[in-house]
């Protein structure tokens, strides 16, 4: 079991998401405050009950939910990006793919017809390849 990771609460995403929204545009605000709270939480139930689970998994419950789950009215797939690279960064890695990449396979996720189990295994893997420790 790895220890207990630095999460991300519900208040800390949705000033990620009005930051997000301010710079980049959209419609600020939660759309769905149980899903939210689903989403935020889900990370914290594979520690709890999975314990094999690896932070990579732990930082793609949070990407593959925010994408999937449309918790916001506007800027889901930007939120699930910056909830996946800050969880990273407060636990010891940061993200290393390009843009292009980032953008491409963020997209491809949002539009993919997978079960929840393929989509999170391949948001995991995703991660696995592009994230590297960071150096104290």
């Known amino acids: 079991m790895i220890e207990e ?6 208040d800390a995403i949705r000033v990620i998401q009005e930051t997000l929204i301010a710079r980049t545009g959209g419609t600020p605000g939660v759309l ?11 990370p914290k ?3 709890q009950y999975e314990p094999e689970s690896s932070i990579f998994k ?3 419950a949070y990407g593959y939910g925010f994408v999937k789950n449309h ?3 506007d800027g889901n797939k930007r939120i ?6 800050i969880f990273l960064r407060k636990n010891g ?3 290393n793919a390009s843009e292009a990449e980032t ?10 017809l997978e079960t929840y189990e393929e989509g999170l295994a391949r948001l995991t893997d995703w991660i696995k390849r592009y994230a590297i420790e960071l150096e104290d």
């Open 32 to 42: 769905n405050p149980i899903l939210l709270e689903s989403t935020v939480n889900k």
């Open 5 to 10: 990771p630095k999460w991300l609460s519900g």
């Open 93 to 95: 890695y940061r993200l």
């Open 80 to 85: 699930a990006l910056a909830t996946v690279s």
């Open 58 to 60: 732990l930082a793609a």
């Open 45 to 47: 139930f594979f520690f």
């Open 71 to 73: 918790c916001f009215c």
């Open 103 to 112: 953008v491409s396979f963020f997209l491809s996720l949002a539009g993919g």
